[in-house]
């Protein structure tokens, strides 16, 4: 009988924020589910499929098929692909939620980074970042986007900053 423990724990780093993610998110039960799933301790591999979905505190991840790679009880990389995969979150000292999404998510642990690939857009407070391959790398807190091909554009769109009211005070 195949053990689930190990598989089901190391989905617990399956994404970390695209930004600092609400640091409570670590300490909430996650919940994933999927209309199917298959485990494999002994290859380190677990593929969930159909309507796949993971929640832990304001972390939610949507897709149409994930895989988990452990090396031991260490997650390697897990990938998501879906008619788009999708990630929310909220981060700390935020009032709104972390929107990305993809075709693909790959997340990998050596060295810690996200690539978001096939029509990827991040959309933070109004401020969004599209492209057809976006790299975060974790570590770094740094994003590369773009790819080689002549007709892929980044598009980044950046919302004016509130305007702080200046009114002058009467005069006595």
Known sequence: MTRITP????????FPSLSHALSSDRDQPMMI?????????????????GNVRVTQGTLVLTGDRMVVHNKGNDIDKVL???NPATY???????????????????Y?????HIILLGEAVVNQAGDVLRSERIVYDVVKDQVNAGTDQPDDRVIITIQPK??????ASPAP
Request: charged share 35%; aromatic share 6%; no cysteine.
């Open 162 to 167: 509130p305007k702080k009211d200046n009114k």
């Open 80 to 82: 998501m692909d879906g």
């Open 108 to 112: 990998y642990t050596n060295p810690q």
């Open 33 to 49: 589910e999927a209309d199917r799933v298959e485990l494999d301790d002994a290859k380190g591999v677990s593929i969930y499929t």
């Open 88 to 106: 929310k979150q909220r981060p700390d000292g935020k009032d709104q939620d972390v929107h990305a999404h993809s075709k693909r998510m790959e």
């Open 7 to 14: 598989l089901v724990l190391a989905a617990f780093l399956v």
